[in-house]
DNA sequence: GCGACAG
DNA sequence: ATCTTGTCGC
């Protein structure tokens, strides 16, 4: 009987130890506050694939707190580096930052769909994208990356701690969108931190599982996709 | 050695 | 992420 393996080829040792370095140096750049002020603007952002090595990111703009979309923008490039838990950012962030250049109107923070610290070096793609931008960012995720953490109750609102499962650090909270939806996973990026991270996923919320600046940017990839092919 | 593993 | 049909529950 053959074992289980995973597809795909198997990841370069050494490229690995050259980002894991890279993610290292960049933490320690990562600040944790609450904004200055109150966002006139929020911005969300996404990524697709409309082929496999080609990458389209998107940036929506919406007015805060009506959540009126203002501007929606997109770039799309070849991509090189394979997808590898843990260094989704490397292969994300380039298209990324090209896309965020595009936006006449510069939003006051930037809720990324991914992870802002919950993350094993606490470098997830919403602290990266923070550092390279010098913006505040957090991140909402659909799935977990890293850290335990209990169950929030069923209803919407509910909410519990993402701990590491070493340090025992608080490193993002799981909050219930929904009634009865998986939960998201919400942790500061950049010049951000969890209370703020998780007030203004709270403060986007209108009756979907997604939060609408990540809600909206996920609609608008899968739109701009089918101009692109 | 055995699981876990964002998008 | 992406490929994909029908199906269960509110």
Same mark, same amino acid.
């Given at each position: 009987?053959?074992?289980?393996?995973?597809?795909?080829?198997?990841?370069?040792?050494?490229?690995?130890?050259?980002?894991?370095?890279?993610?290292?140096?960049?933490?320690?750049?990562?600040?944790?506050?609450?904004?200055?002020?109150?966002?006139?603007?929020?911005?969300?952002?996404?990524?697709?694939?409309?082929?496999?090595?080609?990458?389209?990111?998107?940036?929506?703009?919406?007015?805060?707190?009506?959540?009126?979309?203002?501007?929606?923008?997109?770039?799309?490039?070849?991509?090189?580096?394979?997808?590898?838990?843990?260094?989704?950012?490397?292969?994300?962030?380039?298209?990324?930052?090209?896309?965020?250049?595009?936006?006449?109107?510069?939003?006051?923070?930037?809720?990324?769909?991914?992870?802002?610290?919950?993350?094993?070096?606490?470098?997830?793609?919403?602290?990266?994208?923070?550092?390279?931008?010098?913006?505040?960012?957090?991140?909402?995720? *659909?799935? @977990?990356?890293?850290?335990? /953490?209990?169950? $929030? +109750?069923?209803?919407?609102?509910?909410? =519990?701690?993402?701990?590491? &499962?070493?340090?025992?650090?608080?490193?993002?909270?799981?909050?219930?969108? *929904?009634? @009865?939806?998986?939960?998201? /996973?919400?942790? $500061? +990026?950049?010049?951000?931190?969890?209370? =703020?991270?998780?007030?203004? &996923?709270?403060?986007?919320?209108?009756?979907?599982?997604?939060?609408?600046?990540?809600?909206?940017?996920?609609?608008?990839?899968?739109?701009?996709?089918?101009?692109?092919?």
């Amino acid at each position: 009987m053959a074992y289980y393996r995973p597809p795909g080829p198997p990841p370069d040792p050494v490229l690995v130890k050259s980002l894991t370095q890279q993610q290292h140096d960049m933490r320690q750049r990562v600040r944790h506050e609450p904004l200055a002020h109150e966002p006139r603007l929020i911005a969300g952002c996404d990524s697709s694939f409309p082929t496999p090595d080609t990458i389209l990111s998107v940036f929506v703009v919406l007015k805060f707190p009506s959540l009126e979309l203002v501007e929606k923008v997109y770039n799309y490039g070849p991509v090189d580096m394979p997808y590898m838990p843990g260094f989704l950012s490397f292969r994300e962030a380039p298209n990324v930052i090209h896309t965020f250049a595009k936006l006449q109107n510069k939003p006051d923070i930037i809720m990324v769909d991914g992870h802002g610290i919950a993350h094993p070096r606490r470098m997830g793609i919403a602290a990266h994208l923070g550092v390279l931008l010098d913006m505040p960012t957090f991140g909402v995720a *659909k799935q @977990k990356l890293t850290g335990a /953490f209990e169950e $929030p +109750g069923i209803t919407r609102g509910s909410i =519990t701690e993402l701990l590491d &499962t070493k340090s025992g650090e608080v490193i993002g909270e799981v909050i219930r969108s *929904k009634d @009865k939806v998986l939960p998201l /996973f919400v942790s $500061p +990026g950049h010049r951000c931190d969890q209370a =703020t991270a998780t007030r203004l &996923t709270l403060a986007c919320l209108r009756g979907y599982k997604l939060p609408e600046p990540t809600r909206l940017a996920d609609h608008w990839a899968e739109e701009f996709k089918k101009e692109v092919r």
